[in-house]
T-cell receptor, first 113, second 115 residues
Framework: GNSVTQMEGPVTLSEEAFLTINCTYT??????LFWYVQYPGEGLQLLLK?????DKGSNKGFEATYRKETTSFHLEKGSVQVSDSAVYFC????????????FGKGTLLTVNP | NAGVTQTPKFQVLKTGQSMTLQCAQD?????MSWYRQDPGMGLRLIHY???????DQGEVPNGYNVSRSTTEDFPLRLLSAAPSQTSVYFC??????????????FGPGTRLLVL
């Protein structure tokens, strides 16, 4: 079955540091890949996505590239801000009649001033 | 658009009590789902619906019932609450889930404590 593995947290960085959160996946076919973000006390919201190999999703300074050869979708940001403190979830959907979005366990990011 | 709304925001139940968590969306989405979020477990799918009158089980359906009488509403019923159902519950919707790269929209969550 499908699965998503993301790096264990928590991750603590200083403002303006470089961020990488690793995500690897196992799936049949050609899944769509997503990063969702959950700010404190809120629901999840889509951060970025990629739907085919070598696509790069980007939003709010965050980027992730769909790497089929390494089955990875690592999240990166060049300079984090305090407002980026949140839980980040990697997820995949394998499409078709599979009505399930598979999530990783989430990575808590704390950015200190 | 209000998006996806959930009520209540917080609820305390005693073991054995029943209750309904409400979820509504105003985006005319076909697909709706319920997840529970527990520490270290990520999000786990409880039940989902691909349209009015159609529901199916997710990963962890035991102890929960759903129905979908309208496109807008997708309530989740706890039949006899147990401490193991203490969790944060999220409702989500999307236009469909068969399309490539469909985005799911999440509600703000309901925090449930079962004593």
């Amino acid at each position: 079955g499908n699965s998503v593995t993301q790096m264990e947290g928590p991750v603590t960085l200083s403002e303006e540091a470089f961020l990488t959160i690793n995500c690897t996946y196992t799936a049949t076919g050609y899944p769509s890949l997503f990063w969702y973000v959950q700010y404190p006390g809120e629901g999840l919201q889509l951060l970025l996505k990629a739907t085919k190999a070598d696509d790069k999703g980007s939003n709010k300074g965050f980027e992730a590239t769909y790497r089929k050869e390494t089955t990875s979708f690592h999240l990166e940001k060049g300079s984090v801000q305090v407002s980026d403190s949140a839980v980040y979830f990697c997820a995949l959907h394998s499409g078709g009649s599979n009505y399930k979005l598979t999530f990783g366990k989430g990575t808590l990011l704390t950015v200190n001033p | 658009n209000a998006g996806v709304t959930q009520t209540p925001k917080f609820q305390v139940l005693k073991t054995g009590q029943s209750m309904t968590l409400q979820c509504a969306q105003d985006m005319n989405h076909e697909y709706m789902s319920w997840y529970r979020q527990d520490p270290g477990m990520g999000l786990r799918l409880i039940h989902y619906s691909v349209g009015a009158g159609i529901t199916d089980q997710g990963e962890v359906p035991n102890g929960y019932n759903v129905s979908r009488s309208t496109t807008e509403d997708f309530p989740l019923r706890l039949l006899s609450a147990a401490p193991s159902q203490t969790s944060v519950y999220f409702c989500a919707s999307s236009r469909s889930l068969a399309g490539v790269g469909e985005t799911q929209y999440f509600g703000p969550g309901t925090r449930l404590l079962v004593l």
